[in-house]
């Protein structure tokens, strides 16, 4: 998924909580490309761009790590 098509949108993490996308950064020195986001608190996270689209197992099911919801 391009991160820019959904810079605004909102997700829902897998584990309840909302955020919102920021854009997308890339690593000083690994040049990793991270997908920026904000909770409801106003603080900003960065997770690997592979890993914020991937998915987790749980309970031996594969789910969405975060759901876009708007």
Same mark, same amino acid.
């Given at each position: 998924?391009?991160?820019? +098509? ?13 955020? @919102?996308?920021?854009? +997308? ?5 690994? +040049?990793? @490309?991270?997908?920026?986001? +904000? ?24 789910? @969405?790590?975060?759901?876009?919801? @708007?």
């Amino acid at each position: 998924m391009d991160t820019y +098509e959904v810079v605004g949108c909102w997700f829902r993490h897998y584990k309840g909580g909302l955020y @919102k996308v920021i854009g +997308e950064v890339i690593h000083t020195e690994t +040049e990793e @490309k991270l997908v920026t986001y +904000e909770d409801q608190d106003g603080v900003l996270w960065a997770r690997p761009k592979e890993m914020f689209f991937g998915n987790v197992a749980i309970d031996g099911k594969e789910i @969405k790590r975060f759901t876009k919801i @708007k």
